[in-house]
């Protein structure tokens, strides 16, 4: 569809693009004289941010240490953590949850004492996630939200995506100046001139066909830093959750992994065999990485489209009382727990790798800074450990925030730029094309890139991806843009570097597993997969040398 208006140039001095924990973060700490404009690409609530449940790790009691954390968090990265970013962002964690109290977050007490009741989740050898309930993420995105609203140099454009990058090249320098955005309601496509500009965007998980992940997790920050000339890294370590609700109906539905804790059974649909301990004699308590490749095993023997989670031989009261979340969620779909099975597949939940940064979320190019989940910092290496991740957004927000006020001004203004051209396109008359592709992408990588690997299926899915992109990028420069075919562009480019990392990694680590080479190579300890965009310059390279 035709734009309604015409073409705009909006000025601002820090763009943030997204409006989960990252970049709302990011726009608080910003220095109040400097104009700040934020953009999200659907309704400002909607981001993985608002689904997280657990909470936020940090170092807050007694029997816990700064090193403890930091150990245990290099132990769940498979030796390719950044020491020195574990460190920092460990040391940071007391600050981070002082910092969201002081923006009203209300993080559940624990009566007798009067402190933060602290919860314990896989990896963690002490008690250290901070939690409002199960719903820390919703109340941590609201309590940001509010105190962004309150800020007078802020303006918030919802419904609007970023579609490109703008980047000055100039005297073989080049710098980000800017982005091109389409307001999803309008059709028109901005532009948006600023000093510097901020990728909040999230992670991908939507490039897989089942994800635990809002719609809004597709990869588009990666994809328009790597097509403006950033490294990417570590694309290969994809976290998949291993139970998610089976529904075609049911979005970022996960089923508490308490469930399992709690006695429920993996089952096979029809003969009701519970297969987890042919598999770990741990049974359904074996690590998340280890139950997800079970399952999946199983699903890829039998051709199954999911296994049963069944916690129905527990009375029915109490399961009802202890997981009202889960209860209430499968009798939308007329799943009664109680007394029956719950089909569930494993799910993308979450991107380990992204965009090369440093200590200061700065990117390769200057002007553009990427935190949050979009970013490879050093902090998760092959695995991340549980609750790390909105720990991370708010220490490098900090960082980006405060790198800009220090720097901000000794750059010179962003030139003029130019408007964005829809002369030579015209209105699909083909959107079956873009849904087509939509599906066949998501259901090649979960088959061929999920979580167990072969190189022979990596292959399979880089001769599609190659075709794929092509028409995609054809039909994106002879037809007016739309929301879902710039997410679709971006996730191709995504699934290209998730393949190629996974080539690279001839070794299984961490989230990375592949029967073509399943043990651990010593030799690659401390390796990031670092991609270059000039071609033929990807290296599996030493962790101290990528930046
Ligand atoms: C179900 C679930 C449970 C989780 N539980 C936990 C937990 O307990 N603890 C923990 O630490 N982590 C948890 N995580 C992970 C954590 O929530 C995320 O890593 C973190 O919230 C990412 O924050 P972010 O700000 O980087 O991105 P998000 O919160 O995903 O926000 C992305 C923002 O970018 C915007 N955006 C994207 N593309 C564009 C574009 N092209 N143009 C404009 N805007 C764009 C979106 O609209 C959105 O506003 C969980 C994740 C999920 C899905």
Redesign the pocket.
């Known amino acids: 569809m035709a734009a309604d208006s015409a073409p705009v140039t909006h000025d601002t001095d820090i763009l943030i ?7 709302l973060c990011a726009a608080l700490e910003a220095d109040p004289r400097l104009r700040v404009t934020l ?4 309704s ?1 609530t ?12 940090a170092v807050l009691d007694d029997k816990d240490s700064v090193a403890l954390h930091v150990s245990d968090t290099i132990s769940a990265g498979g030796g390719l953590c950044h020491p020195e970013v574990v460190q920092r962002v460990a040391d940071r964690g007391a600050a981070m949850i002082r910092w969201l109290q002081d923006q009203g977050v209300n993080f559940t007490p624990y009566p007798p004492s009067g402190e933060l009741h602290l919860t314990q989740e896989g990896g963690h050898s002490r008690r250290r996630v901070a939690h409002v309930a199960d719903h ?2 919703r109340t941590i995105q609201e309590a940001l939200m509010e105190q962004v609203k309150s800020r007078p140099n802020v303006e918030l454009h919802s419904h ?3 579609v490109d990058l703008i980047v000055q090249r100039h005297a073989g320098e080049n710098r980000c100046i800017g982005i091109y ?1 389409q307001d999803t309601r309008t059709n028109a496509v901005d532009a948006y001139r600023a000093r510097c500009v901020i990728l ?4 991908a ?1 939507k490039v897989y066909l089942y994800t ?3 719609d ?3 990869g ?2 990666l994809a ?1 830093a790597w097509r403006a000339g950033c490294r990417v890294a570590n694309m290969e370590f994809i976290q998949f959750h291993p139970t998610c609700l089976y529904d075609p109906r049911a979005k ?1 539905s ?1 089923m508490t992994e308490a469930l399992r804790g709690e006695g429920a059974k993996l089952r096979l649909p029809g003969s009701g065999e519970e297969f987890m301990p042919r598999f770990d004699e741990r049974g359904e308590l074996a690590p998340r990485d280890i139950v997800a490749r079970a399952i999946d095993h199983e699903m890829k023997r039998l051709g199954l489209d999911y296994v049963h989670l069944d916690i129905s031989h527990k009375p029915a009261d109490e399961l009802r009382e202890a997981f009202p979340n889960a209860y209430s969620r499968c009798l939308e779909y007329d799943i009664d727990l109680t007394c029956q099975p719950i089909p569930v597949v494993p799910a993308a ?2 991107t380990c790798g992204g965009v090369v940064t440093d200590r200061h979320g700065c990117t390769d190019l200057p002007g553009l800074y990427a ?4 970013a490879h910092t050093g902090l998760h290496g092959a695995n991340r450990m ?6 991370e ?1 708010l220490v490098f927000a900090h960082a980006a925030s405060g790198h800009i006020n220090e720097t901000l001004s000794r750059d010179a203004p962003p030139p003029e730029v130019i408007p964005w051209d829809e002369s030579r396109v015209s209105d699909s008359d083909e959107e079956v094309v873009v849904s087509h592709n939509w599906d066949e992408l998501r259901r090649f990588m979960w088959d061929y890139v999920g979580i167990v690997r072969t190189s022979k299926r990596l292959e399979r899915a880089q001769h599609r991806c190659t075709l794929l992109h092509e028409e995609i990028n054809e039909y994106y420069r002879d037809f007016r843009i739309s929301r879902d075919l ?1 997410e679709l562009r971006n996730l191709v480019q995504v699934a290209d570097l998730i393949i190629r990392c996974a080539m690279m990694r001839r070794e299984s680590r961490g989230l990375h597993y592949t029967l073509d080479y399943p043990e651990l190579d010593p030799a690659m300890d401390g390796c990031d997969t670092v991609l270059h965009p000039e071609a033929g310059r990807d290296l599996p390279l030493q962790a101290a040398v990528t930046r």
């Not at 953009?39 to 659907?42: F, P, T, V």
């Not at 909040?200 to 992670?203: C, D, E, F, I, L």
């Not at 935190?371 to 979009?374: K, P, S």
């Not at 549980?386 to 720990?391: H, T, W």
Request: charge should be negative.
């Open positions: 693009l997204g409006s989960g924990a990252a970049g953009l999200c690409k659907a400002p909607e981001s993985s941010t608002n689904y997280a449940q657990g909470g936020v790790s820390t993420g609007c995506i970023a955005a909040a965007t999230g992670g998980s635990s992940n809002p809004t997790s597709s588009d920050g328009m970022s996960l939940h979450y935190i949050g989940e979009v549980a609750s790390n991740s909105l720990l957004c710039i």
